[in-house]
């Protein structure tokens, strides 16, 4: 599993890292302290010690692949702070970037909230990959309709959150109200969060009013509020006062899932897996085989039509090379 071997690959890094450090701490640099990243930039990022001041610390080459989470031990130098190295992460979040390379998008992370709206229209197929690549990342994901203030201007985008809450997802409606606001820290709890789903959703928005004193650059909508602009470019990270941390992601239209087993898409699918292991081919692809249980749920209606296609176009995306 492409998951696995990444974790393995990051283990020698760490190790590898972890010898560098203890050389460089008998060199005399023994002032390396532990920090996680709370913002990732090309060459550098910010990263927040334990006493919760935040340092720009150079990243080396090694260790480029560093995102929004992750622990760190890092180090003053000569010529400024730098990340010395990696901890092992406790989960991570990936998608594909443009050019089909995986990426994390954020590390140790609890929890996946994926935040909706009634504009920008929701699209269910992305919501879905989200969940998705949440079930493969082994992160429990929720579902937010944001702006539930406008729901008039679009009340279908209720009943989309009602399905999530029937297959059995945790769903919550929340606006600007200061209720709506503590309804959402229970839910948080202490927990790590990452925001995720379209822009202009209000991802911002919600960890600003989540986080009264941190300042979000919170974008104006360029186009009433139909067409979100996309102002946060990278990942950040934000410490609750209730504990546990809130990040912030960039707003993405699309959810790439090119790179999973697409054995690994039907799992992703909540209300899918009661049915999984019952059809009469064990590697059934549940698109047209004979005695498909999944299939045969979609025709009784326990599976539903729109979810079905949504499955359908996760698992066509998928390069043949597996399947
Ligand atoms: N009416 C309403 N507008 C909101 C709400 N939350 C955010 N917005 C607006 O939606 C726009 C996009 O918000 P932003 O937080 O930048 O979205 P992001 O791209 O997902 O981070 C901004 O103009 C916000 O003021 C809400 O609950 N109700
Ligand atoms: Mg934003
Ligand atoms: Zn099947």
Known sequence: MANRRLTEQQKRRIDHNETKRRKSSMAGHNDDALGTIVARYSKTAIVRDEAGNTHKCHLRPNLAHLVAGDRVFWLHSDTGAAVSAQLERRSELNRPDARGQLKAVAANVDLIAVVIAPAPEP???????????????????????????????NPESRVLLNRYKEIGLTVLEIDPSASATRNLNRLLGDRTTVFVGQSGVGKSSIINRLLPNEDLRV????????????????????????????IDSPGIREFGLQHIDPALVAPGFEEFRAFLGQCRFRDCKHLVEKGCAVLAALERGDIGADRYDSFVNIVRDIPQKTY
């Open 219 to 246: 974008g104006a909508l360029s186009e009433g509020v139909l067409k979100g602009r996309h102002t946060t470019t990278t990942a950040e990270v934000f410490q609750r006062p209730e504990g546990g941390c809130i």
């Open 123 to 153: 699209f269910a197929n992305l919501i879905d990959r989200y969940l998705v690549a949440a079930h493969i990342a082994g992160i429990e994901a929720v579902v937010i309709l944001n702006k539930a203030d406008l729901l008039a201007i």
